[in-house]
């Protein structure tokens, strides 16, 4: 499984995980196709994600101009909790590609081309922060 397909089953079991209180596990196992094996990437997202949230929706909160995180869907809660996720944790990868990543889930999950845009925005905002932090 390659990491952009991971990322997308990592969306869909986080909002699985916030839809239905279902054991993370559980909810990467019902994204994965018969026979499709999960990869320690899908994981790292989900259980991350998950271990994180409250720091990470901190830096959401501090980051949406005029909005709350309970006013986003659940879908681009999970797009962007996974996001920041990456930013703060996985060394590996380039804070650009973890945003570009995040655009492309916003636009694939959202009919509103604006989905993009917006990610874009609040990533975006939080990236120059963790910046600013690390030097």
Known sequence: MNRRVARIKSVQALYQVEMTGVDPAEAIEATLEQDEQSSDFLIKLVNGTLDHQEEIDGRLEG?????SLDRLSRI???ILRQCVFEMMNLEDVPVNVSINEAIDLAKGFNADEEAGKF???VASRIAAELNENNE
Do not use: K, S
């Not at 980051?63 to 909005?67: F, K, V």
């Open 76 to 78: 681009d809660r999970a």
């Open 63 to 67: 980051a949406l101009d005029h909005w």
């Open 119 to 121: 990610v874009n925005g």
